[in-house]
């Protein structure tokens, strides 16, 4: 578990897990699930700006976890990881998973829309800003609102 120069846990501490400012009531977070934890890593307002804005990727939250753990292999960082799928800008879930055959688990997101770039907008249910999101390691993450 990551910690802070003081030796306090970043993850349940009120502090940032990027910047390690506090976190002034913010909620937003990085949620992403191992075959071994299920990891939230709280994030402050400017931090999150940073993400809306596309210049915070979830990858390099990703690394930087990694790091703090003590794994300073040059990995991928989605390798056995599974990022949550949640709206940058008010952290709802943008999706959900459904299943149409045994060990099948499709992501249904509804008024989906391919750009063409690549990437792919859809609408949050609940605050109605559009996220960008892209295929990273063969998965879809929001890396910034449109």
Not at 47 to 69: D, K
Not at 95 to 124: I, N, Q
């Amino acid at each position: 578990m990551p910690l802070s120069p003081g030796g306090l846990s970043l993850i349940d501490a009120s502090v940032c897990f990027h910047c390690q400012r506090t976190l002034e009531g913010s909620t937003f977070s990085v949620s992403f699930h191992t075959a071994t934890d299920d990891v939230a890593l709280p994030l402050c307002r400017s931090c999150q700006e940073l993400r809306q804005a596309g210049q915070l990727p979830v990858e390099l939250l990703l690394q930087q976890w990694l790091y703090g753990l003590g794994d300073r292999e040059d990995v991928d960082p989605f390798q056995d990881t599974l990022v949550s799928l949640a709206c940058l800008g008010c952290g709802s879930q943008l999706g959900a998973l459904t299943t149409v055959a045994a060990g099948v688990a499709p992501l249904v997101l509804t008024e989906l829309r391919r750009m063409p770039d690549g990437s792919t907008v859809v609408p949050c249910p609940t605050c109605r800003r559009t996220n960008v999101l892209e295929s990273r390691f063969g998965q879809l993450v929001a890396v910034r609102l449109w």
